[in-house]
């Protein structure tokens, strides 16, 4: 399989440290409120990738965290006049119920950055004992940059830009705390009213970028295969992750880097004040959580991707199409007449062939979307002249590879009663000898027995009533 490493800006062969085992970390949600739809495409993208990568037989070691402190989280916890932790659990709960709504599955290990202050401070200290870091007057402890030869290597920023940048915030600086106005903190002493953990700098709490840093490190190790999340964190967060693990560790942070595109809303950037904000929540409770999943899927991952009703509405259609061809399989398999062409295997190995090819190739779900649906097509067409056989064949590579996308989770599988099917099958003889009436009276029975028939070009199609 071939992905875009952002650090090396090509694609390049994923290649794990340990043949057939991928170790991934993903940046996770700040609890602070409802997942907006922006915070859903990392969510799906890397899922589905993960999907893939089992589905080709590998293991694959997934963590991805739970930001549980942080400033939005204490403000929101002042405005309530409740507490940063309380904040913290109500919207994890509520993330952690749209993730399952959108049939993600879970990580491996979901590690809360609270739990893992011992391992953040651990890091603390070896950065200040290496010279990384240093501690300030105040308690606050920074990283220093200029201290990282390395540093802007992600975001490809550069440096003399970066001092440039710095000589005028330096002009701005309303105090002397940091060295250098590049510097970032690793640790913030305590203010009145926050949370705050003991150390040895004083009562304080973990910077932002050094959470992820400690869980990444506990929980796979000091070098990982991939790092993964959006694009808005490459920097500053990843790239100051990348200068705080590497100069602790002294080895390479994440071999490879994967970084989804922005959401848009109607062609604009998501924004509160152009009030074309959605979370996922809003958007599911009008169309469900499984068309926010195909939306994702719709477009490249590094491609930005515009938010519009119609096109939502337009995914929920495609949702139906793939829906309505499962059943019909589903009603094709229950007959106890078949066919004998065998054409059907034919096109679903060459589904998964495409489907694969297009996977493999930078996760290029679009292409893969198309294989399903041109197996689709395949099967509306031959279904009625197939073999038990490749009737079966079609139903196990629709599911596979709609599976590997995360699609079709909510089907619904009424079993037929041998009854109704025989019904079904003694209708199409009336109708083929047209015999209206008796036809009408099979329908009839159909209804009191609390199944709807509808004749398709693909045969009858029976529904629950």
Request: charged share 25%.
């Amino acid at each position: 399989m071939q992905i875009f490493n952002t650090l090396t800006r090509q694609k390049e062969e994923f290649v794990p440290q340990v043949p057939g085992e991928y170790r991934i970390y993903v940046c996770g949600p700040t609890v602070y409120n409802y997942i907006h739809i922006g915070n859903a495409r990392p969510l799906i993208v890397f899922d589905t990738l993960r999907r893939y990568l089992e589905y080709r037989g590998n293991k694959v070691i997934y963590v991805s965290n739970i930001t549980d402190i942080d400033d939005k989280l204490i403000k929101k916890g002042q405005e309530e006049g409740t507490s940063m932790k309380e904040v913290a659990q109500r919207f994890e709960a509520e993330y952690l119920k749209d993730a399952a709504g959108l049939n993600c599955e879970k990580p491996t290990v979901q590690p809360r950055a609270t739990e893992h202050i011992p391992q953040i401070l651990d890091i603390v200290k070896d950065l200040i004992d290496s010279g990384h870091a240093y501690v300030a007057k105040n308690g606050d402890v920074y990283f220093r940059v200029k201290s990282d030869p390395g540093y802007g290597k992600l975001s490809h920023l550069n440096l003399d830009d970066l001092e440039s940048g710095n000589r005028e915030l330096r002009s701005r600086m309303e105090d002397d705390l940091k060295e250098d106005p590049a510097d970032f903190a690793v640790w913030k002493a305590a203010k009145p009213g926050e949370p705050a953990w003991e150390s040895p700098y004083g009562m304080g709490r973990p910077g932002w970028h050094i959470e992820c840093s400690a869980m990444s490190r506990t929980h796979l190790g000091k070098t990982i295969d991939l790092h993964c999340g959006g694009q808005d964190l490459i920097f500053p967060h990843h790239e100051n992750e990348i200068a705080q693990s590497e100069c602790a560790n002294g080895c390479e942070f994440a071999r490879y880097w994967m970084h989804n595109g922005f959401i848009n809303v109607d062609n604009q950037k998501m924004s509160k004040s152009l009030h074309n904000f959605f979370t996922v929540r809003d958007v599911a409770n009008l169309y469900g959580y499984e068309p926010i999943r195909y939306f994702m899927l719709t477009a490249g991952y590094r491609m930005p991707l515009n938010y519009t009703v119609d096109l939502i509405e337009s995914c929920k259609n495609s949702l139906e199409r793939l829906y309505t061809c499962r059943e019909n399989l589903d009603f094709a398999l229950s007959k106890t007449d078949f066919g004998t062409d065998e054409t059907l295997k034919e096109k679903a190995a060459e589904a998964r062939t495409k489907f694969c090819t297009a996977m493999d190739d930078d996760l290029n779900t679009p292409d893969a979307l198309a294989a399903v649906f041109d197996l689709v097509k395949e099967i509306n067409t031959l279904s009625a002249a197939s073999s038990k056989a490749a009737l079966e064949t079609a139903a196990a590579a629709f599911d596979e590879i709609t599976g590997v996308l995360g699609l079709l989770y909510n089907r619904k599988k009424d079993e037929v009663p041998a009854e109704v099917t025989a019904l079904v099958e003694k209708r199409a003889a009336a109708k083929k000898a047209k015999d209206w009436a008796t036809a009408d009276a099979i329908r009839a029975q159909l209804t009191e027995l609390g199944w709807a028939v509808k004749d398709t070009a693909q045969g009858p199609q029976l529904s629950k009533l």
